[in-house]
Structure formats: structure tokens, C-alpha cells
Nanobody
Framework: QVQLVESGGGLVQAGGSLRLSCAAS????????MGWFRQAPGKEREFVAAINWSGFSTYFADSVKCRFTFSRDNAKNTVYLQMNSLKPEDTAVYYC??????????????????????WGQGTQVTVSS
């Protein structure tokens, strides 16, 4: 069992930055690929980013590529989503998720939320124009 707790959300002006954190419980953190998803009001949950167990491979949705970075600190059981150049359309609840998958490379195949085994409670990100 893995418990995920997100933090770092808030209100920011367009063009600003936020860093989301997701702390995981348990001693098998490196067994998991991690992902971030988001859900805006009235919309379906969508993939944002994925990272493999080592942190050496990341994959991003086109909408956030070149603006967001995804990293992990396995010693702290924590992943980080650095969000820069934020836009009003980035406004959503952001969810951290864990997928029991030790892969050297994440890709399009890691974008389906049904493949993730554990989820955090979400953190709100609001970007004002």
C-alpha cells in the first residue's frame, strides 16, 4: 500500500511559477513510476507528466512540455512538479499517482490513468489572468 500526499498548490498570476510536491509512504518507492494528472471543472482528468523509477526518464503532455519539469528524490520518497510560465488554462486540481512499474523509460504508454495504482487527494492550482 502506498499513500500519496500532494502539497504546493495555490493561486498564482499568469506567467508565474509553482512547485508541487508529492510525498509517498512506504519503503518500495523505487518500484513505482510516478505521474501527475489534472482535472479542471467540467472536464475529464488528463495526463500531465510521468517519471520512471530512477528519475532519468520523463514524459510530458504537449500542453505543458517545455514549461513543466518533473523530478524525484528517492531518498525522500518525494516527487516534484515544477511549473513555470503558468497559464489560466493550467487551472485544475492536480493529482499525484503511482504505478507499480520499474521501467527505464516512460512514454505515451504511461499516460493512461487506469494504469496507476495509487492516488493522492489532489491539490488546487489556480492561475489568474
Amino acid at each position: 500500500q502506498v499513500q500519496l500526499v500532494e502539497s504546493g498548490g495555490g493561486l498564482v498570476q499568469a506567467g508565474g511559477s509553482l512547485r508541487l510536491s508529492c510525498a509517498a509512504s512506504g519503503r518500495t518507492f523505487t518500484s513505482y513510476a510516478m505521474g501527475w494528472f489534472r482535472q479542471a471543472p467540467g472536464k475529464e482528468r488528463e495526463f500531465v507528466a510521468a517519471i520512471n523509477w530512477s528519475g532519468f526518464s520523463t514524459y510530458f503532455a504537449d500542453s505543458v512540455k517545455c514549461r513543466f519539469t518533473f523530478s524525484r528524490d528517492n531518498a525522500k520518497n518525494t516527487v516534484y512538479l515544477q511549473m513555470n510560465s503558468l497559464k489560466p488554462e493550467d487551472t485544475a486540481v492536480y493529482y499525484c499517482a503511482a504505478q507499480r512499474r520499474m521501467t527505464s523509460r516512460v512514454s505515451q504508454s504511461d499516460t493512461n490513468d487506469r494504469d496507476y495504482d495509487y492516488w493522492g487527494q489532489g491539490t488546487q492550482v489556480t492561475v489568474s489572468s
